[in-house]
């Protein structure tokens, strides 16, 4: 299984960013599939994620931190996973990484996440 993610930069306060993360060897669509980020000096923290239930739709869940402003999609046909981020502030300056793994447990928790990609750095600027 290899995550590619890309799709970051510098960018100001106030900008947008969309993350992607592009997978092989593993379905996005049948797997939990999450974003985490971690900043110099603390620790990784849990983003966004998607997966699918068992009604075979798919649940989401954000940290508090930035929901309304970031949106996890997928799309099957790519089989990568994005990050759209909006309204950035100086505080979403972290390395971002994607990860995967089968559905199960809380796809909230990264320890869960069995496969990750390299991280792609994020700045936002004041």
């Known amino acids: 299984v290899q995550l590619q993610a890309s799709g970051g930069g510098l960018v100001q306060a106030g900008g947008s960013l969309r993350l992607s993360c592009a997978a092989s060897g593993r379905t996005v669509s049948t797997n939990n599939m999450g974003w985490f980020r971690q900043a110099p000096g603390k620790e990784r923290e849990f983003v966004a994620a998607?997966?699918?239930?068992?009604?075979?739709?798919?649940?989401?869940y954000y940290a508090d931190s930035v929901k309304g402003r970031f949106a996890i999609s997928r799309d099957n046909a790519k089989n990568t996973v994005y990050l759209q981020m909006n309204n950035l502030k100086p505080e979403d300056t972290a390395v971002y990484y994607c990860a995967s793994k089968p559905v199960r447990g809380d796809p909230r928790v990264g320890e869960e996440y069995d496969y990750w990609g390299q991280g792609t750095q994020v700045t936002v600027s004041s």
């Open positions: 998607i997966s699918r239930n068992v009604w075979s739709t798919s649940s989401i």
